[in-house]
């Protein structure tokens, strides 16, 4: 895949003028619609990095967008939240001019100073999550985050007061509600594809025991399992936690401890043995584990089946 260099933007004024849209109303927050953004094929970057945070809810995309380094075609009513400083970037067909429909909510983090969402802002795990785990939105979702946005665009255009930043975080706030609330749904709804993730978890989990790369490497990291699933962590601790109760890190750990009860109960081999297979470089580490997840020490478990 080509490199290139993303171009740096650092302001919600500065991005406007990319993309020939009228001055922001206020300099920290903006809300456009894609059909007022026309990118001809040459003529636009091939990768963008912004100091803002994105809300984009695209529609009718003809175009491959890449955010990372990962892509998605993208359907009806798919809502995409990017992070300060992630790059993206469109792949649009030689001679086709980039026209889609859909909302682009702009927000400055010099917006949030001063508010509890600045803090709370950063625990949103879907500003980490990647390109294909986008939200997609029913009519009725799509009809809320839409007025929403519009609540916020009529307040920041009306005249400023002392409340104007209040409102605007309050209705900020309330999207990032609503979103939290549509992806737990999204897990739910979309139960084929999450419990087809659940399976590849399983088996590349299989595989990873039975291969050498417990005593090698040791337990497989989070970060190991997620990026084999081309997932994000958070996303997959999400959706696992919806769909089977644990983490991934619990479901981990789940699996290492019945790989422990089977060789416990089936074997002879001693516990350190026993440890050192299941990747624990210290004996003592694989003790304290087993017990305080079964409430029984290693040795207690063997001898209860004998």
Known sequence: MEIHTPLHIKTISEYHRLVNLPKPQHPLISL??????????????????????????????HAKLRYGQQEVDFDEGTLLFMAPMQVISADVPVGVTLSHTGWLLLVHPDLLWHTNLARKIKQY?????????A???SDHEEQTIVGIMQNIAQEYQARVDNHSQDVIVAQLELLFTYAERFYQRQFITRRVSSHYIVDQLEELLNTYFKSDELLL?????????????NLSPNYLSRLLKTLTGQSTK?????????????????????????????????????????????????????????
């Not at 479901?251 to 416990?264: G, P, R, S, V």
């Not at 029984?296 to 478990?301: A, D, G, M, V």
Request: without cysteine; positive net charge; glycine residues 2%.
């Open 217 to 229: 490497s040791g337990m497989p990291t989070v970060t190991y399992i997620a990026d084999a699933l």
């Open 250 to 306: 619990q479901f981990i750990i789940e699996k290492i401890l019945d790989l422990a009860k089977e060789k416990l109960s089936t074997t002879d081999l001693s516990m350190n043995e026993i440890a050192y297979a299941l990747g624990f470089e210290h004996p003592q580490s694989f003790n304290k584990l087993f017990k305080s997840k079964t409430s029984l020490s290693p040795l207690q478990f063997r001898h209860s089946f004998n």
């Open 32 to 61: 456009s619609r894609f059909e007022d953004i026309q990118y001809k094929s040459g003529q636009s970057p091939k990768a963008i990095v912004h100091n803002f945070y994105s809300i984009a809810l695209k529609k009718s995309f």
């Open 125 to 133: 795990e879907y500003f980490s999550y990647k390109v294909n785990e």
């Open 135 to 137: 939200l997609h939105l």
